[in-house]
């Protein structure tokens, strides 16, 4: 289904993401969905139906009808690792443009500082085959593997860190607003080998939350509304360390995503003015630029130490500082993401602003680079 | 005449220096050194790996025994383990000796019995890591390893010439239901009443039985729980210590329990010339007494005694030996869980480590899918038994999974003939990791969730 133009987003919303000890689940999606509503200028009376993303802090579509008392509307949980957020926001799209519904909901939220668990835990439910899998650790196997392809070293993570913190001290609603220093990416402690501290995204929790519509609709809400220009979701393999002669040097469902979402849209990378890119690691964020075609294979690491990924340059990746600095509650970052691309895109960024913003893309990637998610959005 | 068709040891890669012992309790070093166990090996999987180093006889054993005074189960035989990974046929005999140091001369009689029985071979395989108790000086002796011996109805490496067991009512080392640590009682008493009387009796019983006399012997296997033990025996046999005793290892790897002298037995056949007499002796409740005639063709195993006492790690610390053996208490876990239904439903795939390969592209593969993770056959894959060799593809170093011996290092490895395998690594340098160095696959334990021991494999440097 070709999305462009067909349904819009009219509202959005977002907590502020942090390690909320003090605050629960329901805080957190009421401040994000009310703040949409706000937003709209509608009432919650009015949402058809509903889509909520949440890898585990929540169970079914109760997980969000019991915090916003959003009964008797069919209300659907999407869970697709750290891509669960878009997912939810793909799903109420499509349903929308299908013509089942005018006016929907998409939200995502995680708690993960609730637990203690240190990151998110390991992946899998074998006892012994693929025991110890984790994030950092799978995406470290594809840094050390590009390192090795491509004959660089750990010293090219510290751009993606050192740039991503520095977007992040002008959103105030970033899990953390400091700048850092390629010395102290580089020497932070290890987390695992090449990844240190500063090379993972932090666990965060958050919520967010968008208003789709139906085209006509959206134009009766608000004159500006934010156009979805395509969306694409690959799923890969699960288990990519088990796949024979997969390269680590890149996340093919990344590209495939991102070709769907370029055809509907009708575009190429070079028309992006900017990108909301899953850099839960350093390293994926270099991946990301070459797998979504802002530069060659190979060329990720210089991409972002020419500059050409700031704001200002070529691309601006991640002005929200990204899941780096912005935070990462799992569910939430894919709709966090459509969030800052429609604050974007109304010019509302604030210090972050990327200058005359027409066209963006969000991207979502889950589990060890298996699900990816890409959508493109744009303001006329 | 039935005969050990081949022997295999395994030694441990690291090494706990006694000074570092007796530093930490302000007791006098014994000297040398001894091998330990990693955190992730126990008594099974060291016998388990010395019976994979087995060369020799291509036809499975009719029987499979395994022999500790440590086995990682009280109740639930480690010999199946053994028999699964190797791939045995189901129609296999399986049992456990234990109970004392003898067990592993007493498991090879039992063998012998089989074959004389009508038993094409047994496989024989024992391992211990006996736990002496902090500050005391068992706990300088003790030191960790397997063997394992296949034996059967042919001459192989060596024939056996006679046998013979004494039995003897003496407690002299022991341990009950409730002590965790083995117990000898002070003094001299068990040395001169226990075992220089039993073997004394068994080794004069073989000698008289095959009409050989001490000096005719070549080598003689004598267990040792000091370097000085055995010195007795030899001088009232008008030994040669210097030319006719094997080496214990104790000085290098320590005093090994069940294991021991078939450590010694495989380190002797690998260098004992056609018609070399060899003795090897147990010692425990008893002695037994197997006299040997080699015939200089033992098959090599894959590493020798020798070398795996060369390549060696030495533990940093006492500290990090006593988080291996577990002697400081940790509260806080990995909280693993675990199923024996996914474990017995998936056990061919992890234990003798079978793949697919599908018909359709041939590609190589582990788990064994339904469907082809290369080209999408839905036809199903047929059965691949994957190589345990292969080349590190990418790796990292994790310091956020809990270990006893941090980082853990995991890896993604390219197997010889096909099939990539996400494994962790052990007995490695995590520094010294880099992308395309050959491995070699190792059974190990890799968890306790659900309670249990959960076993799989793991990679090493290859030597």
């Known amino acids: 289904m070709n999305l462009k133009d067909r349904v819009a987003v009219v509202g959005a919303g977002c907590s502020k993401f942090g390690e909320h000890y003090d605050r629960s689940s329901e805080d957190l999606v009421c401040d994000a969905t009310f703040e949409a509503f706000a937003d709209a200028k509608i009432e919650p009376g009015r949402i ?6 949440t890898m585990s802090s929540g169970s079914s579509g109760t997980s969000l009808a019991d915090f916003l008392k959003l009964y008797n509307i069919p209300v659907t949980r999407v869970e697709n690792y750290c891509a669960s957020g878009m997912d939810a926001f793909r799903n109420a799209c499509m349903a929308v443009a299908a013509g089942v519904y005018e006016c929907v909901l998409a939200v995502g939220f995680e708690k993960l500082r609730d637990s203690g668990q240190r990151g998110l835990g390991m992946f899998g439910s074998h006892p012994v085959v693929g025991y110890g899998t984790t994030a950092p650790s799978l995406f470290a196997m594809a840094a050390n593997r590009y390192f090795k392809t491509f004959g660089v070293g750990k010293e090219v993570l510290a751009p ?9 001290t002008m959103s105030p609603k970033a899990h953390f607003q400091m700048e850092v220093t ?61 796949k024979p002669g997969f390269a680590y040097t890149g996340f093919p469902a990344t590209r495939l995503a991102a070709q769907a979402a370029y055809d509907q849209a009708g575009i190429t990378p070079k028309d992006l003015d900017f990108c909301e890119v899953h850099d839960c690691f350093t390293i994926t964020e270099i991946l990301n630029y070459e797998d979504l075609g802002l530069c060659e294979k190979g060329e ?76 493109v959005l744009g303001n006329s | 005449m039935a005969g050990i068709q081949a022997a295999a040891g395994y030694v441990p890669r690291y090494r706990l220096p006694r000074e570092v012992i007796a530093k930490e309790w302000g007791q006098p070093s014994a000297g040398g050194e001894k091998a330990v166990a990693n955190h992730d090996e126990d008594s099974l999987t060291m016998a388990l790996n010395a019976a994979l180093a087995l060369r020799g006889s291509a036809a499975p054993p009719d029987a499979v025994f395994f022999a500790s005074t440590t086995s990682p189960w009280a109740e639930k035989q480690g010999a199946p383990t053994i028999a699964a990974v190797l791939d045995l046929p189901s129609a296999v005999r399986t049992v456990d000796f234990g109970d004392t140091l003898r067990a592993g001369t007493s498991a090879v009689l039992a063998a012998l019995d089989a074959v004389a029985g009508g038993a094409a071979s047994v496989l024989v395989a024992a391992g211990d890591t006996r736990l002496g108790e902090p500050d005391s000086p ?24 006679a046998t013979h067991s004494v039995a003897d009512e003496l407690v002299g080392t022991w341990r009950t239901r409730d002590q965790e640590f083995p117990r000898a009682f002070p003094g001299a008493f068990e040395a001169k009443f226990g075992y220089a009387r039993a073997l004394g009796e068994a080794i004069k019983g073989v000698l008289t039985k095959a009409k ?39 000085t290098t790897v320590g005093d090994t329990g069940a294991a021991q002298p078939l450590l010694m037995l495989a380190a002797a056949l690998e260098r004992a010339k056609a018609g070399d007499l060899v003795l090897v002796c147990g010692y425990g409740d008893g002695a037994d007494a197997i006299l040997l005639r080699a015939t200089g063709n033992a098959p090599a195993a894959a590493e020798t005694v020798s070398k795996q006492i060369e390549v060696k790690r030495t533990l940093p610390s006492y500290g990090r030996f006593a988080r291996f053996r577990k002697l400081v208490k940790k509260e806080s876990g990995a909280g693993d869980v675990s199923s024996p239904v996914v474990l017995w439903r998936d056990r061919k795939e992890l234990l003798p480590l079978y793949g697919g390969k599908c018909p359709k592209c041939g590609t190589v593969q582990f788990p064994k899918h339904r469907v082809c993770i290369e080209c999408g056959h839905g036809g199903g894959l047929t059965d691949q038994k994957l190589t345990r060799s292969g080349k590190l593809f990418t790796f990292t170093n994790d310091f956020l999974f809990e270990s006893p011996d941090p980082p853990v290092t ?28 050959p491995l070699q696959l190792t059974f190990r334990k890799l968890h306790e969730g659900g309670g249990f021991h959960n076993y799989f494999w793991k990679a090493r440097p290859a030597q």
């Open chain 1, 48 to 53: 058809q139906a509903a889509w909520v993303g």
């Open chain 1, 160 to 168: 993606v860190a050192i740039k991503n913190h520095h977007n992040g």
């Open chain 1, 182 to 242: 390629a010395d102290q990416v580089l020497k932070a402690p290890l987390i695992c080998s090449p990844l240190g501290l500063f090379d993972c995204c932090p666990t965060t929790d958050g919520a967010a939350a968008v208003i789709v519509c139906s085209r006509d609709l959206a134009k009766q809400i608000r004159p500006d509304p934010i156009w979805v220009k395509g969306i694409g979701l690959a799923v890969t393999s699960g288990e990519p360390y088990m």
């Open chain 1, 300 to 375: 990720g690491w210089r991409y972002v130490a020419d500059g050409r990924a700031s704001i200002g340059g070529e691309v601006a990746v991640n002005p929200s500082g990204g899941l780096k600095s912005f935070g990462h509650p799992i569910g939430a970052t894919g709709v966090r993401m459509i969030y800052e691309c429609a604050q974007q895109l109304w010019h509302k960024a604030g210090g972050r602003q990327v200058p005359d913003a027409e066209i963006g893309l969000a991207h979502n990637l889950g589990g060890p680079g298996a699900v990816g998610c890409v959508s």
């Open chain 2, 138 to 161: 068992a706990e300088q002796s003790f030191g960790d390893a397997g063997a394992a011996l296949l034996i059967g109805g042919g001459p192989g490496a060596a024939e056996v010439v």
């Open chain 2, 212 to 250: 050989v006399a001490p000096q005719q012997l070549a080598t003689v296997i004598l267990p040792a729980s000091s370097p000085r033990a055995p010195q007795g025996i030899a001088k009232a046999l008008g030994l040669d210590p210097k030319t006719q005793l094997q080496d214990s290892f104790w």
């Open chain 2, 410 to 437: 995991h890896a993604v490895v390219d197997l010889d003939g096909g099939g990539r395998i996400y494994v962790q690594l052990t007995d490695c340098d995590a520094e010294r990791v880099e992308i395309d160095m």
